[in-house]
């Protein structure tokens, strides 16, 4: 049974900075690309980052690309995502998702691509 959860959101105000950690557990982890992905209110869900396998190669999408930062500890089962320079529109429920393909070189930014998610998190930026 796969198993992802995230932790790591909260309020913060416009400007600043948040880490998400999302631990992953039932598949062999470091053998599949990861995804963050945030949907918010009335909102479909968007693309905002993916990691390879090793971590050598990395996603970003366009709103976020600069600010994000995308990570993971294989030892640790965990990805990661660095927030920097948050804006009132980064508000959203943050989730993460493990890739259905074992070693993809470069990571999609595809939601079919993905087929466990985790709850997710809030991240709310007041401004």
């Known amino acids: 049974q796969v198993r992802l959860v995230e932790s790591g959101g909260g309020l913060v105000q416009a400007g600043g900075s948040l880490r998400l950690s999302c631990a992953a557990s039932?598949?062999?982890?470091?053998?599949?690309?990861m995804g963050w992905f945030r949907q918010a209110p009335d909102k479909e869900r968007e693309f905002v980052a993916a990691?390879?396998?090793?971590?050598?190669?990395?996603a970003y999408g366009g709103s976020v690309k600069g600010r994000f930062t995308i990570s993971r500890d294989n030892a640790k089962n965990t990805v990661y995502l660095q927030m920097n320079s948050l804006k009132p529109e980064d508000t959203a429920v943050y989730s993460c998702?493990?890739?259905?393909?074992?070693?993809?070189?470069?990571?999609?930014?595809?939601?079919?691509?993905?087929?466990?998610w985790g709850q997710g998190t809030q991240v709310t930026v007041s401004s």
């Open positions: 998702a493990v890739d259905r393909t074992v070693w993809r070189v470069f990571p999609s930014t595809a939601r079919a691509d993905y087929d466990y």
């Open positions: 039932g598949r062999t982890f470091s053998n599949y690309a």
């Open positions: 990691i390879n396998w090793t971590g050598g190669n990395t």
